[in-house]
C-alpha cells in the first residue's frame, strides 16, 4: 500500500478522481439549489395568488364564509386559516402556535391530528384578525427524497471508479516499469544477456523498452567489441615486443663495436616504429567507431578525392606490376570528412594491390544511385572465400592465404568504420573471380 | 644554429628534445610550464618555439595567444598528442605554424623545425626556383635540367617544387603528405615513396648524379 501510495501514477490517478468527485459534488449541488430555489418560488407564487383570490372573492360575501368553504373542500396542498384579534380560529383549518405577519413556516392540523408545516403567508385583516394562507411543500420535500439520494449514489459510484481506477493504473504502471526496473537490476548484477520483456501491445512502454533494448543491444556489442579488441591488442603486441626484446637482448650480449650495436638499435627504433602504428590504427578505428556521427564532416566532392587517389596511387600499381582502370563519375558530393575518405581509398587500394599477384587489373568507380554514391574497388585476383567475406571487415582479421603479407588486419575494420560513420556501409562481393569490394555513402545534391 | 625555446611539461619528452637539438649544434632553452614560457618568450628572442600543447596550468593554446597577443612572430610548432583534424585547425587558429602529433620521430622534428625557422619571407612571389643544375619556372610550369627540358606530372611538379623551395634542408614524407596532398594525417602508404621514385627518375634520366637525395629514417632533401 505504501508502494501504491508513492508510485506517481498512482497518485496522478487518485489526485484525478478526487477532482473530478469534487466536481460532481459541485455540479449536483449546484442544480439541486437551483431547482429548490425555483420550486420555492413557485410556492410562493401559488400562496400569493390563491390570497388574491380569496380576498376577491370575499368582497362579494364574507371573508370567513370564503375561508370556511375553501377549508371545507379537499383544495390540495393549500391551506386556510382566518383568526380574531385575539388568535382564535374563526375558520379554516386549525393551526398551532402564534402566527407571525408576513411569510413564514406554520403548523396546520391535520385531520389525522399529526401536524403539517406549510409555506404561509399571514397578514392582518381590517377588523384587526389574521388570514393566513399556506401551501404545504409536498413537492419540494419530494423532490429532496429523491434527488438526494441519487446524488450520494452517483457521488459514491464517481469516486469509487476513480479510485478504483487509480488503484487498477497505478498498478498497471508499476508492473511495467517494474518489469524494465528487473531487466536492469539484472545488467547490474552482471547478466549482460537480460532484455526488458515487450507485451506486444506496441504502446508508448512497448516502444519505450524496444528503445532500451536496442541500446543494451549496442552496449553489450560494444562491450563484446572491447573485450575482443583488448585481447587481440594484447595478443597483437606481445609478438613484436618479445621480438624486439629478443633483438635488444642479443646486442646486449654480443658486446660488439659500436657499427653493430648502433644496427642492433636503428633495428629497435623500426620495430617501435613498427608497434606505434599499430596503436595509431587501433586508436584510429576507436575514434571513428566512437566519434559516429560527431566526426566532423564537410561537403565534400568525392569525385575529386577519388580521381586524386587513383592518380596517386598509379605509380605503386604500376610499379607492384599491376595496373589501374578508373572510372569515375563526376561531381558526386558526399557529407564527409576528407582524411577519412581519403584514408578508406588508401586502405582499399592498399589492400587490393597487396592481394593480388602482379599483372592483375584494378578497377576503381565511383557511380552513383539513387541517393547513394557507390565507391567500387575491383579485381580478378584469386578473391575471398564466401564465408569469410562478412569476417574481413573485423579486427585483426587476416586470412590463412595472406600471412605473409604484411599488416596488422585492420585495413578492411577501419574502411567500415569509417564508412559507418558516414552513414554508408562497406560489403564484399564476388568478383567472379576476384573481390569486389563496395562502399556506398549517402550523396548530397550538388 | 637556431636559438630555440621548448615549452614540455614531461621532463622525460623535455630532456629528449633539449638533448637532441643541442646535438644538432642548436641553442636551447627550456621551460617546464606556461608562466615561464610567457616570460622568456616575451624576454628574449628566439628563432622557433616549440611548445606543448598541454601544459598544467596555462595551457599550450593559451601561452600561444598570449605569445601572440605580445606581438611576439617567432615561429611555433606546437606538439600534441590530439590527431584530430579540430584540433589542428584549432592550434594553427590560435598562431600555430606548425603542428606535430605525438609520438614523432626526432628527424621529423628537427626537420619540420629547419623549415619553420628559416621560412623565406617572400617564397610565395617567387616564379624561379634553382637548385644545382636544376630550374623551375613557377609561372610556365617548366622544369630543366642542365637547360633540358624535363616533362612532370602535376603531383611531380609539386613535389619538386616543395623540395626545391626547401633546397638544403631535409624534407620529410609527412611534410611532403601535407603540402602536396594536404594530407593533414599519415595515411601509412608508400604514395610519397612512389611518386618520389617516379620524380627520381625522370629528373635523372640521361645524368649520373641523383638530384634528389634520400635521408634515411627522415626524408629527402635537394642540394643548393
Known sequence: MSRLRSSTAFRFAFFFSVAFTLLTVALGGGIYWAIHTELRHDLDQRVVTERSSVLREAAGSSLPAVIADRAAYEHGDMRYALLDRRGRLVAGQPVAGPIPAGWSGVQFAKPSGETDETRTFSARTADGGMLVVGADPEAIEELDAHMIPLFVAAFGVIAAIGIGGAFVLGRALRRRMESIDRTANAIIAGDLAQRVPLSGSGDEFDRLAGTLNLMLERIAALLGNLRQVSGDIAHDLRTPLTRLRQKLELGVAGGGDAASLKEVMTDAIEHSDDMLVLFGAILGISEVEAGGAGVRRDRLDLSALALDMADSYRPSVEDSGHRLASRIEPDVIVEGNRELLAQLCVNVLDNALRHTPPGTEIGISLTTAGDAAELVIEDHGPGIPADERERVFGRFIRLERSRSTPGHGLGLSLVAAIARAHGGDARIEDNRPGVKLMVTLPRVAR | ?224
Not at chain 2, 32 to 38: V, Y
Not at chain 2, 100 to 114: C, D, G, H, I, Q
Not at chain 2, 127 to 139: C, I, K, P, R, S
Open chain 2, 1 to 224: 644554429m637556431l636559438k630555440v625555446l621548448v615549452v614540455e611539461d614531461d621532463a622525460e619528452t623535455r630532456t629528449y628534445i633539449e638533448r637532441g637539438l643541442r646535438e644538432l649544434g642548436h641553442s636551447v632553452s627550456v621551460a617546464p610550464d606556461g608562466r615561464e614560457a610567457l616570460f622568456l618568450a616575451t624576454v628574449e628572442p628566439f628563432d622557433a618555439i616549440i611548445i606543448d600543447r598541454m601544459l598544467p596550468g596555462l595551457d599550450g593554446m593559451t601561452v600561444l595567444r598570449s605569445i601572440r597577443s605580445a606581438g611576439v612572430a617567432t615561429p611555433v610548432l606546437m606538439l600534441t598528442a590530439l590527431a584530430r583534424v579540430e584540433d589542428r585547425v584549432e592550434g594553427l587558429d590560435a598562431g600555430a605554424d606548425d603542428y606535430l602529433v605525438k609520438p614523432f620521430a626526432f628527424t621529423e622534428l628537427s626537420a619540420r623545425l629547419n623549415a619553420l625557422a628559416r621560412r623565406p619571407a617572400v617564397a610565395a612571389a617567387e616564379t624561379m626556383l634553382q637548385a644545382g643544375d636544376v630550374e623551375m619556372n613557377l609561372l610556365k610550369r617548366e622544369v630543366r635540367r642542365g637547360g633540358q627540358r624535363v616533362e612532370l606530372q602535376p603531383r611531380e611538379f609539386a613535389l619538386l617544387e616543395e623540395l626545391m623551395r626547401n633546397a638544403g634542408r631535409i624534407v620529410t614524407r609527412t611534410m611532403l603528405l601535407e603540402r602536396v596532398w594536404d594530407f593533414h594525417f599519415d595515411p601509412k602508404t608508400n604514395i610519397v615513396e612512389t611518386h618520389i621514385s617516379r620524380l627520381r627518375s625522370k629528373l635523372n634520366a640521361g645524368f649520373e648524379r641523383d638530384v634528389i637525395q634520400t635521408v634515411r629514417g627522415s626524408g629527402y632533401l635537394i642540394d643548393v
